[in-house]
């Protein structure tokens, strides 16, 4: 197989594969499992080797500080750590230039959800017992995936392949 039919099947058809993988998974039960993230993190090692990357120390350098954000922000509670992984993985693939789109489509997607989420669970509060616990929290890959997919046409992965 050459290098860019491997690279179109990595871009195609894995990256979106487990982003959408990750969406369900986090509605469906609010885990993202590390094979999502191991799946995103050796696709854009597999990739990285078949066609350099002149931006590649910096891809690392900008998904390990969104990784560290994101554990910071767990020690804290305030996000799953399948989030913070998946977060920092999902920078591999995206552009650095591409980071502040990246937090901001996340924040309206999720600021969505959010608001959603506290419309039904306000619409459900009058009906009976309160909500379970997994109901009154955020799916937030939801937020990552849709920000990932929406940014990843436009990044230089997709441009030169």
């Known amino acids: 197989m050459s290098a860019p039919v491997f690279q179109e099947i990595i871009?195609?058809?894995?990256?979106?594969t487990v982003l959408c993988v990750a969406i369900g998974t986090d509605i469906?039960?609010?885990i993202i499992p590390n094979l999502l993230v191991a799946a995103l993190v050796a696709g854009f090692a597999a990739m990285?080797?078949?066609?350099?990357?002149?931006?590649?120390?910096?891809?690392l350098l900008v998904a390990g500080a969104v990784?560290?954000?994101?554990?910071?922000?767990f020690s804290q509670d305030l996000v799953g750590a399948g989030d913070a992984k998946f977060a920092g993985a999902l920078m591999l693939w995206l552009d650095p230039v591409q980071l502040p789109l990246f937090a901001l489509i996340a924040g309206l997607i999720g600021g969505g959800l959010?608001?959603?989420?506290?419309?039904?669970?306000?619409r459900h509060a009058g009906?009976?017992?309160?909500?379970p616990a997994m109901e009154a929290s955020l799916p937030y890959a939801v937020a990552l995936a849709g920000a990932g997919l929406l940014?990843?046409?436009?990044?230089?992965?997709?441009?030169?392949?």
């Open 11 to 16: 871009l195609i058809g894995l990256y979106p």
């Open 151 to 161: 940014l990843h046409p436009y990044s230089s992965l997709m441009l030169g392949a």
């Open 28 to 30: 469906a039960r609010r």
């Open 127 to 131: 009906a009976g017992p309160a909500a």
């Open 48 to 59: 990285a080797l078949v066609s350099p990357l002149p931006d590649l120390s910096l891809r």
């Open 114 to 122: 959010s608001l959603a989420l506290a419309l039904r669970l306000q």
């Open 67 to 73: 990784t560290s954000l994101g554990f910071s922000l």
